[in-house]
């Protein structure tokens, strides 16, 4: 399945919920890099893996799609042409 239709697919409840939790995890860390004062080093690392963490359970929570019966048998016919 081509990225942009599995982006644009339906995402499972589960999915939806994840990628949302994702996205608050990286405004959280992008809140705590760009504070305006002076944080402890730990701290604004601990900010740092917030943000990757976030974005990667959001990107992947987002391409993953609900299987389609459907979309399964033809895929399975056009396997075995």
Known sequence: ?????????PTPKFFKV?????LVLAA???TILAAPIALPVVLTSVGGYLVVAGGVASA???LT???D???RKTQNDNDNK
């Open 69 to 71: 019966e459907n979309l």
């Open 60 to 62: 992947v929570s987002q």
């Open 18 to 22: 994840l990628r949302n939790v994702g």
């Open 1 to 9: 399945m081509k990225l942009v239709k599995r982006a644009q697919a």
């Open 65 to 67: 799609v609900k299987e």
């Open 28 to 30: 959280i860390g992008g």
